[in-house]
């Protein structure tokens, strides 16, 4: 009993000061970040989301020029590390060039080209576009057909209203950039909105699961989680006898843990039409025995039983042939998740 008790508040210990396993959404890295460094990240990304909304909304509600909105987008997309994006808003504030690819794409999904053979169409930056468009407007407000029935009265008539004509057909033409630039930056921004909405709640149940989880093992099986920072110091190394060693020790906490929930004994136990020993060599019959006795749903026992088979195997074979650094970390990470729904089924 004692030895148990001391177990535990090691393995206490352990998680604060390691927060035991990592996030695995990034690396397995024995130096995680700091709470200091999570709380930046944690800003930075509720500030984007808040920038993001801020955008949709700008577009939506018409509260600002364009000017003004491929400049949010631009801090927006390097908030986000979003290369493409920031070099496409750099032509439609600078100005288009011949012969890079990505100038070429947007100013085909602009609508910019007025003869693309001929490489001839809008260049110039989206605030010249506007301000085109201001001009032209302008124009066409003091055009007026004449009242005159002067012996050129027609050719007058004709070629104001040819003038009336090409300057309409001129602004729809700008205007049509104008509405696709700032669709593209609607949709940006908007992409960048519901990504980072979803992986701050994908994050969140995540976290909230993990915490639970280490309580359980910690208050079930302590001494598992000493043997956690092994495993991962060993998977933050490429080489292939690392992986074996990390995997040969992912093994052994799935053998402790069957140990701490169903020690072994004698006995045996009926599950359908099989008879299984409990015995010390067969830790999947007593995990599969243990979620037997502490689950009702059927489906939920054969999902728990097929993966447990699975990852066992897998993590044995890995400890003789070849697994790379990505696969091994999976493992690892499915035994863990594995382990820890185990333990929530306790009743």
């Not at 808003?89 to 794409?105: A, K, N, T």
């Not at 002067?150 to 040819?162: D, E, F, L």
């Not at 639970?212 to 991962?232: K, T």
């Not at 060993?234 to 140990?259: H, P, Y």
């Amino acid at each position: 009993m004692h030895r148990t008790t001391s177990a535990k508040t090691r393995a206490t210990a352990t998680l604060r000061q390691l927060h035991i396993p990592p996030n695995v959404s990034c690396n397995y890295e024995t130096n995680l970040p700091d709470k200091k460094n999570k709380t930046i990240m944690e800003s930075k990304t509720d500030h984007v989301i808040s920038l993001a909304k801020e955008i949709v909304d700008d577009i939506e509600l018409g509260r600002y020029d364009a000017q003004s909105i491929l400049l949010k987008c631009s801090r927006l997309a390097r908030y986000v590390n979003n290369d493409k994006i920031r070099k496409w808003l750099r032509f439609e504030m600078q100005g288009y060039v011949l012969g890079d690819s990505i100038s070429e794409e947007y100013m085909s999904k602009t609508g910019r080209w007025t003869d693309k053979q001929e490489n001839k169409g809008y260049w110039m930056p989206l605030s010249q576009i506007e301000s085109t468009i201001e001009s032209e407007k302008s124009t066409l407000s003091m055009l007026r057909i004449p009242d005159t029935s002067s012996a050129h009265a027609g050719v007058i008539v004709n070629n104001i209203t040819r003038q009336i004509h090409l300057i309409s057909s001129q602004i729809s033409k700008l205007g049509g950039v104008k509405s696709r630039v700032i669709s593209l930056a609607h949709d940006f921004a908007t992409d960048v909105y519901y990504e980072k909405i979803f992986d701050n709640l994908a994050e969140s149940i995540f976290d909230k699961y993990k915490s639970e989880i280490d309580l359980l093992i910690a208050q079930n099986a302590g001494d598992i989680i000493e043997q956690i920072p092994s495993v991962v110091a060993r998977l933050s190394d490429t080489n292939k006898e690392s992986i074996s060693q990390a995997l040969t020790t992912c093994r052994r906490i799935v053998d402790s843990f069957a140990d701490h929930i169903l020690p072994p004994s004698e006995e045996t136990i009926q599950i359908g039409d099989k008879v299984l020993s409990l015995k010390a060599d067969k830790p999947l019959n007593r995990l599969n025995a243990y979620v037997h006795l502490n689950c009702e749903s059927e489906s939920r026992k054969k999902k728990i039983r097929q993966n447990l088979q699975n990852l066992y195997d897998r993590i044995s074979t890995g400890v003789h042939s070849d697994i790379d650094a990505q696969e091994a970390r999976n493992l690892f990470f499915n035994v863990y998740l594995v382990l820890g729904e185990i333990l929530t089924l306790k009743k």
